[in-house]
C-alpha cells in the first residue's frame, strides 16, 4: 500500500534538520574562538604574569633579606669574622635583587609598570648606595654613625620602595585580570 507524505511537514522537517546543524556549527565556531581566547589569556598568564609577579615578590624577599643583615652587621661592628660574613651574605643578597630586577624587566612591563618601575628603581638605587654608606661606617667601626644611618635614613628609604614595589606588584596583577594586555614578551631562560 503506498504511503503519502505530506510535502509540507517534509519541508518543515528538513528546514528543522538544517537549522539544528546550523546551531551546531555556530555554537562549535563560538566555543572554539571562546578557547582561543582563553588559550592565549592563559599563555600570557604563564610567560608574562607570572614571572613577573615571582620577579616583585622574590625582590621584595631579597631586600627584605638585606634588611636582616644590614642590622646584623651593626651589631658585628667591631668582630671583623662576623663582619666578613656578613658582607659575604649581603652580596649575594645584592645579586638576588639585582637578579630579580633583570627578570622583571624582561617580562617586557606594560607602560603603567614601566613609569612605576622607575619610581622603584631609582628607590632601590638610593637605598643601595645608602647600604654601602652603612657597611663603610661598619668597616670604619663607627657603629653609632651606622646605626645612625640605618634608622634615620634606610628604613624610611626601604618602607617607601616597599610601598611603591607594592603599587608596582597592584598594578602587575591588574593586567592578569585583563587578556587584552600588553602581548606576551617574556622570553625563557
Known amino acids: 500500500m503506498p504511503r503519502y507524505t505530506d510535502l509540507k511537514s517534509s519541508l518543515l522537517a528538513s528546514l528543522l534538520c538544517v537549522l539544528g546543524c546550523a546551531a ?3 555554537v562549535a565556531h563560538l566555543s572554539t574562538r571562546s578557547l582561543d581566547d582563553s588559550r592565549q589569556h592563559l599563555l600570557q598568564l604563564q ?21 636582616l643583615y644590614q642590622l646584623s652587621l651593626i651589631a658585628a661592628t667591631g668582630n ?3 663582619v666578613a660574613d656578613y658582607d659575604r651574605r649581603i652580596e649575594r643578597s645584592m645579586r ?5 630586577v633583570a627578570r622583571y624587566i ?7 609598570e614601566r613609569r612605576r618601575f622607575a619610581t622603584v628603581q631609582a628607590e632601590l638605587d638610593a637605598y643601595l648606595h645608602l647600604h654601602r654608606q652603612i657597611s663603610s661606617a661598619v668597616h670604619a667601626g663607627d657603629r653609632e654613625r651606622a646605626r645612625q644611618l640605618s634608622t634615620q ?3 624610611p628609604q626601604r618602607r617607601a620602595l616597599f610601598a611603591d614595589l607594592e603599587q608596582l606588584s597592584r598594578i602587575n596583577a591588574a593586567h592578569a585580570l585583563h587578556p587584552d594586555a600588553d602581548a606576551p614578551a617574556y622570553v625563557a631562560r
Open 96 to 100: 638576588g635583587a639585582r637578579t630579580q
Open 80 to 82: 671583623t669574622a662576623e
Open 153 to 155: 635614613q634606610a628604613l
Open 24 to 26: 551546531v556549527i555556530g
Open 106 to 112: 624582561a617580562t617586557a612591563p606594560s607602560e603603567d
Open 47 to 67: 610567560t608574562r604574569q607570572a614571572p613577573s609577579a615571582m620577579a616583585l615578590r622574590e625582590l621584595r624577599a631579597q631586600l627584605a633579606e638585606l634588611r
